[in-house]
């Protein structure tokens, strides 16, 4: 199933036309670093055709207030480490539910790993092409989530042992479509679509699968499910009701 994920990701469509034109808003960038901030500003406005505002720091960017589609935060992790609880401390103020995306380079899984579950919705090593990095911009403003391939297809040493030998994958055949399609990063606009029902039906199946996977959002989800495939490769013929 991972494999099949990961294929799935690079070859799905996130054309523009993707994306309600009337929705769109500007992509928030905060680096600490001028010229990195610029050059990356400019290569991803040439590359989605959006509009980018420039922040040094999240304080500069929380006196602007400008609403985004998504805001990126992009530095070394040390920095990550002091804007990120500073930049979800302000969206919590605000009541703002603006997606998070991190660049960062340098960490081990496991980091990116707690990154993720802390509640961005994407993270995009430094050396990732810059083709990639648009599709998981706009996988993100759809309302998927973006995690590394290598972060599905490698074993996180720092999940128990013994809750990677006790929990089955016991999901329903509808369950299991929605796990690939999550596996896929796909929003749950997406999923309803494919699947032909109601959005409000694959929120059910999603809170049934986090249940089941005794986690409290849809990126850990993803992870747990990667994590238990690898340690049982034959989880997947094993994994209905």
């Known amino acids: 199933m991972i494999e099949e994920a990961r294929n799935?990701?690079?070859?799905?469509?996130?054309a523009p036309s993707s994306l309600s034109e009337g929705s769109i808003q500007p992509i928030a960038l905060i680096e600490a670093r001028a010229l990195i901030r610029e050059c990356l500003a400019f290569c991803l406005q040439k590359k989605l055709g959006l509009p980018v505002l420039t922040y040094g720091d999240v304080v500069a960017w929380s006196q602007d207030a400008a609403l985004a589609g998504v805001i990126i935060l992009s530095g070394d992790?040390?920095?990550?480490?002091?804007?990120?609880?500073k930049l979800f401390q302000e969206l919590a103020l605000w009541e703002k539910q603006i997606p998070v995306i991190l660049f960062s380079d340098g960490e081990s899984e496991i980091q990116i790993v707690n990154r993720l579950r802390s509640g961005a919705k994407g993270y995009v090593p430094s050396d990732t092409p810059l083709e990639v990095v648009a599709r998981a911009i706009k996988l993100v403003l759809v309302g998927g989530v973006f995690v590394p391939a290598d972060i599905l297809a490698r074993p996180m040493q720092s999940e128990p042992e013994t809750f990677r030998r006790t929990t089955k994958l016991d999901f329903t055949m509808r369950e299991h479509d929605v796990v690939k399609a999550l596996l896929k990063g796909k929003s749950n606009k997406s999923i309803a679509y494919e699947l032909a029902m109601s959005e409000s039906s694959v929120k059910v199946h999603i809170r049934n699968v986090m249940r089941k996977l005794q986690v409290s959002n849809r990126t850990e989800a993803v992870i747990r499910i990667a994590e238990m495939e690898r340690f049982d490769p034959d989880a997947n013929g094993a994994c209905f009701a």
Not at 8 to 14: M, Y
Not at 77 to 85: K, T
């Open 8 to 14: 799935g990701l690079l070859e799905h469509d996130f």
């Open 77 to 85: 992790p040390r920095h990550i480490d002091s804007e990120q609880l």
